[in-house]
């Protein structure tokens, strides 16, 4: 596809959700809003997975720690929604710096079990620091405040004023990622994906532009977390569970994770498939298990690399 | 303050050898296919199902319910191996990890759909039943008996992989998997039979768990995975050596940990895990076997 191509895409997809924004029902917009906030952090994962070929078991800690800090900066600062939301980011990001300091001096299978015990140790004080945290309930009852710009105020209690704050950063998000993507930043990281011996010799410090891509990916990891409790009102430990740090993984993997739109894609397929197969059954894991078996299998470019390669084969 | 730190000590060694008997299997197959197995705490789950179901609508005895369980098991491995695993063998590490943690969904959700959650009062073990005194308290026979089995069972193993020559078949194909075919190893078949005899050991440990745990649910499987994972790792990837120590530690450590600081539950695990990684990542066992 050619680049105008990409540009009328992307257009026809904000349009439509705008469009979802202002004319359907709740339904309909929670499930866009939780395709959205999974979109943020699968796509923000991809940059440390897909891009530079790491697999991190670890980054429900970072979606859990921006929750957490949008709840308790609205429990104990102010309730402005973007005070809490820059305090669940920078929180995520200086957690993903000091954890990352770590891992990125293993790759391959050391760095996933790294990230596996640094996720369940903030997995497990958010479990026992019942005086911050909650315990095991975690906290509940959060309630959105309007975002006050100076001399006026936007409500977003109702969800439907709520979807245009998730698309705002939605939308930033995908723009940051793509620019992230053509910088010369990216390319080094596809680089390090390729021949991380090579890049090394080339003259760039690997382990510095592994750790920039984990702590950007932790920081984009927290925004959706950030969100989800704006969504949600409540978070638990569970949101940091080793078990929630695979979805990014699996539905990066479904859409493609050489691909750009492929976590976008995989987080459509993720949430509605979801709705779809649960109306009927309650067995929602069990044929995710099986798609992606089928995924790992047969078709491993995901959604996005397969339906490429079909055109492009159709083309010639 | 002496007999409940007795009995502390004797909890912490019998959650240990459960961990034990999916950790070696865990270990074997990492060290002889190179596939890190999420699906290992599955097949304990499966092998406590399947015992459970043996116990419960087939009103067998026990015994033939540990029996029959790991061996059910056992198919299962072999399917797995066959079918999805060897497909994956030369491929990059996140796909053979997802494909073995995709299992491990189909896995949870079969059980929920088959067995919900399923409630074992205390099943009558034969013979084994009932407590005996120890320093002044109750402890179960049957605990007694695990921590029997644990250290039996890895006698057995050592004997097999150092004094048999399956073993030795084993360890060459551990050590260099081409020069093995090369003399004359049939490599795939040997895998086959590494990873059924994994799945077949941690599903022993699942049926084994059975009278031990009382409540059977969909987690438990991940539970003891995470608990394995962090044995192998001290102990060093592959290290059978390793995963026995290892399991006896982190039994203890738990064990401790929950009696005496309670608001620390899991996290020290967890520290210990990340701090072997940074500092010895091979483990404290890994070279001295294989």
């Known amino acids: 596809m050619n680049r105008y191509g990409n540009y009328i895409v992307a257009g026809v997809v904000l349009a439509a959700l705008i469009g979802i924004g202002f004319f359907s029902g709740k339904f309909v917009l929670y499930l866009a809003m939780r395709v959205m906030i999974l979109s943020i952090f699968a796509m923000g994962y991809n940059i440390l997975f897909g891009r530079t070929g790491l697999l991190s078991f670890g980054h429900a800690a970072f979606y859990a720690t921006g929750a957490y800090g949008v709840a308790l900066s609205a429990m104990h600062l102010h309730s402005h929604p973007l005070l809490g939301i820059a305090m669940g980011i920078v929180a995520a990001a200086i957690l993903a710096l000091i954890i990352g300091f770590f891992c990125v001096r293993h790759t391959e299978i050391y760095f996933a079990m790294l990230t596996l015990a640094f996720g369940m140790m903030v997995f497990s004080l958010m479990w026992n620091w019942r005086d911050v945290t909650g315990g095991d309930d975690g906290l509940y009852g959060i309630m959105r405040g309007s975002i006050s710009l100076g001399v006026f105020k936007i409500p977003i209690m109702k969800d439907s004023h709520f979807y245009f704050l998730v698309l705002f950063f939605f939308s930033v998000t995908v723009l940051l990622i793509h620019r992230i993507y053509q910088s010369p930043f990216g390319l080094v990281l596809a680089g390090i994906r390729e021949n991380h011996v090579r890049t090394e010799f080339a003259g760039l410090g690997v382990k510095r532009y592994r750790l920039a891509a984990f702590v950007v990916s932790g920081a984009f990891a927290g925004l959706a977390g950030s969100l989800s409790l704006l969504l949600e009102s409540n978070v638990t430990p569970f949101a940091a569970h080793w078990s929630h740090s695979a979805d990014p993984v699996l539905v990066s993997l479904m859409g493609g994770m050489q691909t750009f739109s492929g976590p976008l894609v995989g987080s459509v397929v993720f949430v509605v498939l979801r709705e779809i197969i649960e109306r009927f059954t309650h067995n929602w894991m069990l044929w995710f298990g099986l798609i992606l078996l089928a995924i790992i299998l047969g078709f491993r470019g995901g959604i996005v690399g397969s339906t490429a390669q079909l055109l492009k084969r159709s083309a010639k | ?290």
């Not at chain 2, 950790?23 to 296919?33: D, M, P, R, Y």
């Not at chain 2, 540990?66 to 191996?81: A, N, S």
């Not at chain 2, 605990?143 to 004094?163: D, K, Q, S, T, Y």
């Open chain 2, 1 to 290: 303050m002496m007999e409940s730190l007795v009995h502390v000590c004797l909890a912490g060694i019998s959650a240990g050898m459960f961990i034990w008997l999916v950790a070696s299997g865990l270990t074997l197959i990492f060290g002889v296919l190179r596939v890190l197995n999420f699906a290992h705490g599955s097949f304990y789950m499966l092998g406590a199902y399947l015992c459970y179901t043996c116990l419960r609508y087939l009103g067998v005895n026990f015994w033939l319910g540990v029996i029959v369980g790991p061996l059910g098991i056992c198919l299962v491995g072999f399917l797995i191996e066959r079918y999805l695993l060897r497909q994956v063998y030369d491929l990059e590490l996140p796909y053979q990890l997802l494909l073995t943690f995709s299992i491990v969904l189909i896995c949870d959700e079969l059980v929920k759909m088959i067995w919900g959650a399923g409630s074992i009062g205390s099943p009558t073990v034969p013979g084994l039943s009932g407590s005996v005194q120890i320093v002044g308290r109750n402890f179960a026979v049957y605990n007694l008996f695990i921590m029997v089995v644990g250290p039996l069972v890895a006698i057995a193993l050592w004997a097999l992989l150092e004094r048999t020559w399956w073993g030795r078949i084993i360890r060459a194909a551990a050590s260099d998997r081409e020069m093995a075919a090369a003399i004359g190893v049939r490599v795939p078949g040997l895998y086959t039979g590494v990873f059924v005899f994994g799945a077949w050991l941690s599903a022993l440990g699942g049926a084994l768990a059975v009278p031990y745990i009382g409540l059977l649910t969909t987690g438990m499987g991940e539970a003891i995975i995470i608990n394995a994972f962090v044995v192998v790792v001290i102990g060093g990837l592959g290290s059978l050596k390793g995963a026995f120590l290892g399991a006896l530690f982190i039994g203890l450590l738990n064990s401790f940990g929950t009696r005496f600081i309670p608001t620390l539950d899991m996290f020290l695990t967890f520290i210990l895990m990340g701090v072997v990684l940074l500092w010895r990542p091979q483990g404290f066992f890994s070279g001295v076997d294989q």
